[in-house]
């Protein structure tokens, strides 16, 4: 005989558990979760699989009650499932997944990044050969402004994993951050060496290389992201702004448009109609660039940045 399938709990089908936990969670007593660790991981949607597993999967095969707090805590959003997990770590003080997963919802939390590093820090001394926990701690300081730390972190990340794509492109973020522009430009290679489809690796590149004025090398990096992801409207842009410093406005109008076409509402518009109207007024088209310029000012909500546009909307007609 083989092994006896458990089902689900409470004898739910598959297609039913997620619901059933992310709508009545009350209804899920921890004590009366004796077996959950057998199905859990099985039976979460792939989403809730995706977003689960790399923080608590070891948590999940657990029987007692903090894999139900584990679990809800995985298929809930922002506070609830800060809630859960602090009731998860509240019942096993020394699970790493648990903090690191609370330190992920604090991330994205406002106003909480400090206390993310607190849990990734955690996360560190609970389980210290993990290059995941520098990365996220590293991630934190960033958001914070605190790039040498955060450079520091991602440092030790590589030494723990040397093949960690992220940690690479993550330190070229804190070292563009930094201003060691250069830095960041290594950065961002060995992380498209390690992982030829990062599509913002050759997107962070580019601007890094934009920033020292090797235009050329900035397109190319642009190109390569459009077509690793052509639907992506802020490459087109930036590469349209690329195009215009090598006199190529042609190729910066055609840009322009497609990025005024992916979006064409916003500030992302605003700069995009801005770049064009410059670029035809380049190529002596003042009609089509006071067009753009009104479309910008239409579009801008920075009064700063509306008046500048006026001015120039001015100069074009004579005014």
């Given amino acids: 005989m083989g092994r006896r399938r458990v089902p689900p709990p409470s004898g739910l089908r598959a297609g039913r558990w997620n619901t059933s936990i992310e ?32 923080f608590a999967g070891k948590g999940l095969r657990s029987s007692g009650a903090e894999a139900f707090w584990l679990l809800l805590g995985c298929v809930k959003e922002g506070s609830e499932a800060i809630e859960a997990l602090d009731r998860a770590i509240q019942i096993r003080p020394h699970y790493a997944g648990a903090y690191r997963l609370r330190g992920k919802y604090l991330f994205r939390s406002k106003g909480a990044v400090s206390k993310s590093i607190r849990d990734f820090t955690k996360v560190i001394q609970l389980v210290p050969e993990f290059a995941g926990g520098y990365n996220d701690r590293g991630m934190a300081r960033r958001k914070e402004g605190d790039f040498r730390r955060a450079v520091r972190d991602f440092t030790k990340a590589i030494a723990l994993n040397p093949e960690y794509a992220a940690a690479y492109y993550n330190r070229g973020n804190a070292r563009s951050g930094k201003g060691d522009l250069e830095g960041a430009i290594e950065d961002y290679t060995k992380a498209i060496e390690l992982d030829p489809e990062h599509v913002f690796a050759y997107i962070n590149r580019g601007i890094a290389q934009r920033k020292l004025k090797n235009y050329r090398g900035a397109v190319g990096d642009y190109t390569k992201a459009i077509e690793l992801d052509p639907k992506y409207f802020a490459t087109y842009k930036n590469r349209g702004n690329a195009r215009f410093k090598m006199n190529d406005y042609r190729g910066a109008i055609k840009d322009f448009t497609k990025a005024i076409e992916l979006d064409p509402k916003g500030d992302s518009a605003c700069n995009a109609y801005w770049g064009r109207a410059l670029a035809h007024e380049k190529l002596g088209e003042s009609a089509k ?13 920075e009064e700063r940045t509306r008046s500048k546009l006026e001015s120039l909307l001015g100069k074009t007609l004579g005014k």
Avoid: F, Q
Wanted: charged share 25%; glycine share 4%; hydrophobic share 35%.
């Fill in 23 to 54: 709508k009545t969670p009350a209804a899920w007593v921890p004590g009366k979760l004796t077996g959950i660790s057998r199905v859990s991981i099985r039976h979460l949607n792939p989403e809730n699989r995706s977003r689960c597993l790399p």
């Fill in 289 to 301: 660039a006071a067009a753009d310029y009104r479309e910008a000012i239409r579009l801008c909500k």
